[in-house]
Structure formats: C-alpha cells, structure tokens
C-alpha cells in the first residue's frame, strides 16, 4: 500500500505540472486566436484553422507597430494617444495599461533588476523588483528614494513598497530566478543561478 501511495504522488508530481502547463498554454492560444478569430469565422466558416485568428491578430498589430513609425499615421495616432490621456476615468486606465506595457516590452524594461531589501528596523530581508529609479518627476521628496514591487509568495499579487536608494541592494541574480524563488516560497533555492553580466 506504501509502495502504490509513493508510485501516485511520484505520479502527481509528473503528471500534473505537464497538464496545467499545457491547460494554461491552450487557454492563452484561445483567447489570443479568438480575439480575431470570432470574427473570421463566419467568413471563412468550414475553411477555418484554430490559429489563424492568432496569425491574423499578430500580423494586424505588426502591421499598425509599423505605420506608427510613419509621419501621417504615427501623427494619428499620437492624437489619439493625446485624447485618451485627457478623457477622465479613461485617462487612468490607459496611462496604467500603457505604462505596464512600456515596463515590459519597452527600451527601459522594469523588474530587470532584482534588490535585496532590509525591513527597516530588522535583520529581515526580502526579495523585490526595481520598477522604477527615478521618482523625483512623480513627487519631488521621493527624489532619494527607488519604487521596489515586493511579489507575494503562491499569488498574483505584490505591494509595491518605496525604500531610499541606501537601503536597497541590487543582487546579481536572473530576474526569473528570484521571481520562481519568490512565487515558490524559496523551494527553488537549488535551481537559482548567478547572471553571468556584472
């Protein structure tokens, strides 16, 4: 009976990782295909391929990606750009989903750096991502301070915490490293490995 209780948790921790990875990986391609795909559908009916939604989708943003660049769409869409961020209520929702777009895929990428931070009046540290260095343009006081997003162990969910620049380390570690030793609850401590750019 112990034998078969190993056998099956052994089978659980083979089996299942494999399935949510694949579950997640077919709820993504869904949703990016139907994005455009919905929209196909009725057009091409039987002649429809799952992912050609998708191909579509990324082929329409290339596309607009590269008409930004020119002086009568880009100008377009600047004006846009402008409008949005003058509408109340709209104006906060697409500066938030700009600004996270930017941190990501942007030149000045955010939780590129990993910062080792000391719980002020403690021996505590913990980890956390640099989101932003600067932040004498947001409120002029803060000009010695950094923005630090603290990520919560097993969740979605951080803080994001605003720490003078003295008392934050910046550690020579891959940001998906300390990001799987922070969502892990440290469980991946053997697997983290040193960045090999100084």
Do not use: C
């Amino acid at each position: 009976m112990k034998r078969i209780l190993q056998n099956f948790i052994k089978g659980l921790l083979t089996i299942v990782p494999i399935i949510l990875v694949i579950y997640v990986v077919f709820k993504i391609f869904m949703f990016l295909d139907g994005l455009l795909g919905n929209y196909l559908k009725p057009y091409l009916k039987d002649a429809y391929i799952p992912g050609i939604g998708l191909l579509f989708t990324f082929i329409l943003i290339t596309i607009l990606g590269w008409l930004s660049t020119k002086v009568f769409t880009g100008t377009i869409f600047r004006m846009i750009d402008k409008l949005l961020e003058k509408i109340p209520f709209i104006k906060t929702i697409y500066s938030v989903i700009k600004d996270t777009f930017q941190s990501f895929l942007g030149e000045k990428k955010s939780f590129s750096k990993v910062a080792l931070v000391t719980i002020p009046g403690t021996e505590v540290k913990t980890i956390g991502f640099i989101t932003t260095e600067d932040l004498e343009g947001f409120y002029h006081p803060l000009k010695d301070y950094v923005a630090v997003y603290v990520q919560q162990t097993f969740q979605i969910a951080g803080v994001t915490i605003l720490i003078p620049k003295g008392q934050v380390e910046i550690i020579d570690i891959k940001p998906e490293d300390a990001m799987k030793f922070v969502l892990s609850g440290g469980m991946t401590s053997n697997q983290g490995q040193q960045s090999p750019e100084k």
